[in-house]
Nanobody, 118 residues
């Protein structure tokens, strides 16, 4: 069973920063697009940021200029650096691995809670 292991969530004041980490198996990390989604209570899960295996990035409009996704190939780890956090960023954040070719293969982490509150 493929496991994506997340860490780094917590409670932070508005304007603060957090960095989320997600470790994936090597075979997944090298070939899959790695990304972060979030889901707030009562809302649908939404894409926050994604980085393909060739380094192409995609961001939700709501986080552009504040969040940065990056990959450390030596550590099989994808990061989400979150700056200038707002209360509306409060959600459970999920690591995602996606591979689409003839078929679709996708994996999820267990989620880590981010709460932005004073």
């Amino acid at each position: 069973q493929v496991q994506l292991v997340e860490s780094g969530g917590g409670l932070v004041q508005p304007g603060g920063s957090l960095r989320l980490s997600c470790v994936a198996p090597r075979s997944i990390f090298l070939f899959y697009a790695m990304g972060w989604y979030r889901q707030a209570p009562g809302k649908q899960r939404e894409l926050v940021a994604r980085m393909s295996s060739d380094g192409t990035t995609t961001y939700a409009d709501s986080v552009k200029g504040r969040f940065t996704i990056s990959r450390d190939n030596a550590k099989n780890t994808v990061y989400l650096q979150m700056n200038s956090l707002k209360p509306e960023d409060t959600a459970a954040y999920y690591c995602n691995a996606l591979f689409v070719s003839v078929s679709r293969s996708e994996y999820w982490g267990q989620g880590t809670q981010v709460t932005v509150s004073s």
